[in-house]
């Protein structure tokens, strides 16, 4: 990279994202805790969390509001001789040194606040867990993969921090051999790979909700155990999909199933996963399909034509009917339908 665009680049993210770095600690809090309790929603005295944020935004405001010359000067600066970013005004609260103390502080007192959580959400044996177990242990570990991963970056950015500038900022760093450096990369590693390999993570940890409903007759799965919470919660999609029908909507969504049955969209997504053995638009492809099919087999095609059949069916495009039909069942709409014909003669 140039000399010039060096400059241009350290012009622009030097300081001006500082305030967001506040930020991180809050939204991992909010993210773990709403995990383990399944409940997302933030209430007003959680306000308070983005006030470190909001005071590094107001001292950093005079940096951000200079004139675009300034600041590369200031890049000029600190590209000749990276110490003097100790002498720059970054802040009028405090210097960058400062800054970055009170970063890894806040870091550290969430992760282990977090930690402290993960913790007390540990179940003991005599527990009922209102988690599907598979489900529980998988998300569990992750947040401990999670968190353990975090509090190794942010000790080995501490650490870094506490080093002279001109030790952070050098040629030839990982040539070099820096451990912490290292150590950081590793963490982001293990945390990409882990949603790579476990994407049952972005379910959650979904806790049963008691619903009141009128008793009925439950018709079991024979692939999924009585033990599992959510049987009656995917008894109550099932139904809701047989008698609204809202796959026929060409912009039916997951969230829809959610908002109708007044369902979190993680609960939605995890009897859809793991009761039904499906995925979402697997499942809308399949009874789009056999809608019409019915259509077809009702005679519908007399008034309405085999294409739009297919719109009433929900699909938005010919081409993609064509294929979902043909892949369902081995044939296009037309040579199904001249088999329907021949079968009746």
Request: proline letters at 4%; a positive charge.
């Amino acid at each position: 990279m140039s000399h010039s665009n060096s400059r241009f680049g350290l012009a622009i993210f030097f300081n001006h994202f500082a305030p967001l770095m506040f930020l991180i600690g809050p939204f991992l809090y909010f993210y773990v805790r709403g995990t383990l309790k399944d409940q997302y929603a933030l209430s007003k005295f959680d306000a308070f969390h983005f006030i470190p944020a909001l005071i590094a935004l107001i001292g950093t405001t005079p940096y951000i509001f200079q004139s675009f010359e300034n600041k590369l000067r200031i890049a000029d600066r600190i590209i000749d001789n990276v110490n003097s970013v100790n002498q720059i005004d970054v802040n009028l609260f405090y210097k960058i040194g400062g800054s970055l103390a009170l970063r890894a502080f806040f870091g550290f007192v969430y992760l282990l606040y977090c930690i402290y959580l993960l913790w007390q959400y540990y179940p003991s044996k005599k527990e009922t867990l209102q988690t599907p177990r598979k489900q529980f242990w998988i998300t569990y570990r992750w947040l401990c993969i999670l968190l353990g991963s975090l509090l190794t970056i942010n000790i080995s950015l501490a650490i870094t921090a506490l080093q002279p500038a001109s030790l952070i900022v050098r040629e030839n760093f990982f040539a070099d051999g820096d451990v912490f450096y290292q150590i950081t990369g590793m963490g982001y590693f293990v945390l990409s790979i882990s949603l790579l390999l476990f994407p049952e993570i972005l379910y959650g940890m979904p806790k049963r909700i008691e619903q009141a409903t009128t008793k009925k007759k439950k018709t079991k799965s024979k692939t999924v155990s009585d033990e599992d919470p959510f049987i009656e919660v995917n008894e109550s999609i099932i139904d809701y999909l047989k008698s609204q029908k809202p796959y026929l909507n060409p912009d039916f969504d997951i969230s829809n199933i959610a908002f109708d049955l007044k369902i979190p969209q993680n609960h939605v997504s995890y009897c859809i996963s793991n009761i039904m053995n499906t995925r979402f638009t697997k499942l809308k492809s399949e009874l789009r399909i056999q809608h019409a099919i019915e259509l077809l087999k009702d005679g519908h095609n007399s008034s309405i034509t085999i294409d739009g059949i297919g719109i009433q069916s929900g699909f938005k495009t010919r081409s993609y009917y064509y294929e979902v039909f043909k892949k369902e069942t081995g044939f296009t709409p037309s040579e199904y339908l001249e088999n329907i014909k021949k079968k009746t003669v």
